[in-house]
């Protein structure tokens, strides 16, 4: 991927950094020019996430994480200062999709786990980040929600109540430090093609086909795609972005909306 940012000194910290998105951004981190610590729970994906950034040219530390443990966070977060000098940038990425089911039909530990693998560690991280970023004279942090975070999704409402509320957890806090340079956005991704796109999917080409025809540009997105819009969001040349959801996502959910829309109408229509 070509890069327009120069972040040459800075250091970027990457969750769910094993592969899909997270990998993606870190590579693209190092492209530009920044050190990156990636940070997930799978081990072996973090591994290779890394040798990928070295392959670019970037300088990756992996580091096992269990994102939904405060004191795994701050041992991260301290071995990336040791390793790297600070902390600048931070991109929240982990998450995890839930199983399909109703709302009444949900368990409460399924509730518990999309929850904390969702918000909780996205909260818990930057409540350890913001200070580390604030110290070196501040710098960025993106969150990523979902094209759920902003519509709702039959058969996910723990995953759809998470995204939400990582967007208005990154609405709060990025008022609570606007006035530091401490700067706090989300992303929104649509259906982007990574594991958990496929495992969502059932695994298939047919299923993969059907939620590329979600998509009104006819396909899925790229993780190359969501990494771009996270590095604009950390640039100076987004500096004025204050608590913004930016959502990358082919047109899914305006096109849902338009497609409520063009439904309603009908019915109007047949009313009259």
């Not at 950034?53 to 991260?76: F, H, K, M, Q």
């Not at 109540?161 to 430090?177: C, E, F, P, Q, R």
Request: proline residues 1%; charged residues 20%; hydrophobic residues 45%.
């Amino acid at each position: 991927m070509t890069t327009i940012h120069d972040f040459k000194g800075k250091v970027a910290f990457v969750t769910g950094a094993a592969g899909g998105i997270g990998r993606a951004t870190a590579v693209a981190f190092a492209q530009a020019g920044a050190a990156v610590a990636l940070v997930d729970i799978d081990q072996a994906g973090c591994d290779a996430s890394a040798a990928a950034v070295r392959d670019a040219g970037g300088n990756g530390l992996a580091l096992r994480c269990d994102l939904t443990v405060e004191s795994d966070i701050l041992s991260a977060l301290d071995r990336t200062e040791q390793e790297f000098g600070g902390l600048d940038f931070a991109f929240n990425n982990a998450g995890k999709y839930q199983n399909v089911a109703s709302a009444a039909d949900i368990t409460d530990q399924e509730w518990r786990q999309i929850i904390d693998i969702n918000v909780t560690s996205t909260f818990l991280c930057m409540r350890n980040q913001i200070p580390r970023i604030h110290k070196r004279g501040g710098g960025a942090i993106v969150n990523t929600s979902s094209g759920a975070g902003i519509m709702g999704i039959k058969g996910a409402a723990a995953y759809s109540a998470a995204k939400h509320a990582v967007i208005g957890l990154t609405k709060s806090a990025a008022l609570d430090y606007a006035e530091t340079g401490v700067r706090i956005n989300a992303v929104c991704p649509g259906i982007v093609h990574t594991s958990m796109a496929v495992e969502v999917s059932g695994g298939t080409t047919e299923g993969l086909a059907r939620m590329a025809a979600e998509e009104p540009v006819g396909r899925l997105g790229r993780p190359e795609e969501i990494a771009s819009a996270v590095l604009w969001l950390c640039s100076s040349t987004a500096g004025f972005a204050i608590g913004h959801a930016l959502v990358v996502d082919g047109g899914h959910t305006i096109g849902a909306i338009t497609s409520q829309g063009d439904r309603l109408a009908e019915v109007i229509g047949r009313g009259r």
